[in-house]
């Protein structure tokens, strides 16, 4: 419950405040209304190409498509560990700030943001779900809506990332999502932090697709590559 609380008091002291923006890697004041400065973006582990699209299959004929931002890699995956388990929820807004600079909307507009669910049990024991702190980022730049309460995970399952690849693939499924019918005929974009196997993932959009859920698009801050791909040489904030 402190931890609940000291969270929730972080959060209403960063609104008030309203502090300069400082880098969170080398902790310099910045000038680009990011908590990242120009020295230091180029030296974070930026996928190979601006959208490094991939596609997740759902049916044998209907795959969605991803954008992401990083590969899984230090200092990256040190923000998401600080996010989920520490609560610095300066990392969220990070991520989202970027995601909303750096990954595009598909041509027909969606008609709301979705944050992947936690299940209350998860979301009282963490005090927050970094992705919708992400996607309220997300929101502000693309004036896009939030629906935050239309999709919950009504089965609490145990941390995918306490598991290995095979375990990972029996420890989801579609039925452990709930989705509104006000949902179908919708199109919607997923915020997601990070995208290792894609089980939770897949398993989500096919509950929206099975919902009838028209189009699905996705933006996660990184994803783990399979193969090394060469690191962009400089990116412009």
């Known amino acids: 419950m402190f931890i609940k609380w000291s969270r929730i008091v972080q959060k209403w002291i960063l609104k008030c405040l309203q502090l300069p923006s400082h880098c969170l890697i080398c902790r310099k004041s910045t000038h680009t209304g990011l908590q990242l400065c120009l020295a230091c973006s180029p030296g974070l582990p ?7 699209r991939l596609s997740l299959p759902l049916f044998p004929d209907e795959r969605v498509d991803i954008q992401a931002l990083f590969d899984y890699r230090v200092p990256v995956s040190q923000w998401i560990t600080r996010l989920k388990f520490q609560g610095d929820l300066a990392f969220a807004y990070l991520m989202g700030d970027l995601m909303a600079m750096h990954l595009r909307l598909p041509s027909e507009k969606p008609d709301c943001i979705i944050p992947l669910p936690l299940h209350p049990a998860r979301q009282r024991q963490r005090g927050f779900n970094q992705t919708l702190e992400m996607a309220k980022r997300v929101k502000k730049k693309s004036q896009i809506p939030i629906d935050a309460t239309s999709c919950k995970k009504i089965r609490h ?21 709930s989705v509104s019918s006000s949902l179908k005929g919708k199109k919607v974009l997923i915020i997601e932090d990070v995208v290792t196997t894609g089980r939770t993932l897949q398993a989500f959009c096919i509950a929206l697709k099975n919902a009838g859920v028209v189009c699905i698009d996705v933006w996660t801050c ?3 590559e399979k193969k090394r791909e060469k690191r962009r040489s400089a990116v412009f904030i």
């Open 46 to 52: 930026w996928l190979a190409t601006p959208l490094c």
């Open 157 to 177: 399952t145990p941390a995918q990332s306490a598991m290995n690849v095979t375990l990972r693939r029996h420890n989801i499924h579609p039925d452990f999502f």
């Open 222 to 224: 990184c994803r783990t």
